[in-house]
């Protein structure tokens, strides 16, 4: 049909969203789903691959893949606008640096551990005849620690240098990490409130968040508030105009840059779009601050725009799965993610039951994360901590600024083998280096059960 007007883009935008539509109407009527508190996102997600792959809908999964990747940049780059407001509620925060610390070293400690495992069975599965691109186990912690935009974006630039289909490769890991943060997440949580682990006992999750749908009655949170006046322009208008803005810039910068290296090393630099975005955003926050007119970005509308980005990155990256490379590839993928499955949830159970406080919900905290994203992790506290009165919530926000290094740099150390010529053992042999580290430092600070004790503030730390 002839138009006056592209429509592609627009088209798949509304596929997915009739995808997120379904996937909301699913999950607030079949048990299964509320179950495990799956999200609508990825119920979506998981029914668009069907559909597409049946041939009722004919969408190019290229055009998906390309909003993913915006929308992935999107989040991060809404995230480093997001202001910090004064909170006055009171929770338990009496060693505030214990829990985040913790969590970022089980991260530290995960992500060479996913790495050197995929690295290992790439390795093995090639003394056995299946030679893979060296880097193809390295996807599994881009997936599994990172989440579906990392393994997209970074998948896409090891495209470029040879690597074919990464992308639908990493988007596979990340959609079975999110499987493992929700079918196996939710059931060890369960496990641990019936066996009175939780810090305030067990109690029924409400009805809303079961079902995923607010009770019209009931009393629900702000979405954020206008700091404009809608006279003059609206609020939120003004609020993705900030992203919007910060996204030209960061183009602008990556263009440049790339324009004076060679030309291998430019098209790596795109697969890290979402940390220049993070970068450029905390920059114009700052300059925002210094200008007092800081006010202006509401932390509130730009966390609802990352939560509106990472909804739609999850319906998109599962729906882009392309089921016949994947089959091509089923074993070392199948293998590859079962293993580190396995060895996730055993180490992170393992230093969770020796912590000296709120371990149950650290556990759940960093057990999302690990698996899948940083709202993944909350929405696991959310069921044994639902008023979030412990600092779990507060803590994992902490984290997520603490582990940036670690996390930034295992993403860079997943390129050794095509920046640097590095040979798969010399990465492992790194990979394995920042494991012990890591386990030094939970020696040292008390997290393995022998150390000092924590200190006391009259509540539990």
């Known amino acids: ?30 048990g299964f789903f509320q179950r495990f508190l799956v999200p609508s996102c ?4 998981v029914l668009g691959l069907g559909v597409l792959h049946t041939g009722i809908v004919d969408l190019d999964t290229a055009t998906i893949e390309a909003l993913a990747y915006h929308f992935f940049n999107i989040s991060f780059i809404s995230v480093g606008l997001t202001r910090e407001e004064n909170n006055n509620q009171k929770i338990a925060q009496p060693s505030p640096l214990k829990g985040p610390t913790w969590m970022a070293l089980l991260q530290g400690l995960t992500f060479p551990m996913q790495a050197i495992v995929g690295g290992l069975l790439v390795i093995l599965l090639g003394a056995f005849g299946l030679h893979l691109f060296p880097t193809f186990g390295f996807l599994a912690p881009l997936g599994f620690n990172e989440g579906p935009g990392q393994a997209l974006s970074i998948g896409k630039v090891w495209e470029g240098v040879g690597f074919s289909d ?39 999750l409400p009805r809303d968040f079961v079902v995923g749908v607010l009770d019209p009655d009931g009393k629900s949170e702000s979405a954020g508030r206008l700091t404009l006046h809608s006279g003059n322009v609206e609020t ?3 609020q993705t105009a900030l ?13 440049c840059i790339g324009h004076w ?3 291998d090393a430019a098209k790596i630099l795109w697969g890290f779009f979402f940390f220049f975005g993070l970068g450029v955003a905390l920059l114009v926050k700052g300059a925002m601050q210094r200008l007092k007119i800081g006010h202006l970005a509401d932390g509130g509308i730009q966390r609802r725009i990352t939560g509106w980005s990472v909804d739609f990155l999850i319906v998109a990256t599962v729906a882009a799965i392309e089921l016949k490379i994947v089959w091509d590839y089923i074993l070392p993928i199948g293998l590859i993610a ?10 992170v159970v393992w230093f969770g039951r020796r912590l000296s406080a709120y371990n149950l919900e650290r556990t759940a905290a960093i057990y999302g994360v690990v698996t899948g994203t940083v709202s993944c992790g909350l929405l696991l506290l959310r069921i044994v901590d639902p008023d979030f009165k412990t600092p779990a919530a507060y803590e994992l926000a902490v984290m997520n600024v603490m582990a940036l290094p670690v996390v930034g740099g295992c993403t860079v150390l997943v390129n050794g083998p095509l920046w640097w010529d590095w040979s798969m053992w010399m990465t492992l042999l790194v990979f394995a280096a920042v494991i012990a580290v890591a386990l030094i430092l939970l020696k040292l600070l008390g997290f393995l059960g022998g150390g000092p004790p924590a200190p006391s503030h009259g509540a539990q730390s």
């Open 243 to 255: 992203v919007g803005m910060v996204y030209g810039a960061t183009y602008g910068i990556i263009a």
């Open 166 to 204: 990464a992308a639908t490769i990493g988007l596979t890991f990340a959609a079975i990490g999110y499987f493992c943060a929700f079918f196996i997440g939710v059931p060890l949580v369960n496990r641990g409130i019936r066996k009175g682990q939780a810090t305030f006992g067990p109690r029924r």
């Open 42 to 45: 990825l119920i979506g997600g």
């Open 236 to 238: 939120l208008a003004f």
């Open 261 to 263: 290296l060679p030309a």
């Open 338 to 347: 079962l293993v580190n499955a396995v060895l996730t949830t055993t180490l």
């Open 1 to 30: 049909m002839n138009t006056p007007f592209p429509f592609d883009g627009m088209l798949v935008f509304a596929f997915l969203s009739l995808l997120l539509l379904i996937g909301v109407g699913l999950r607030a009527t079949v």
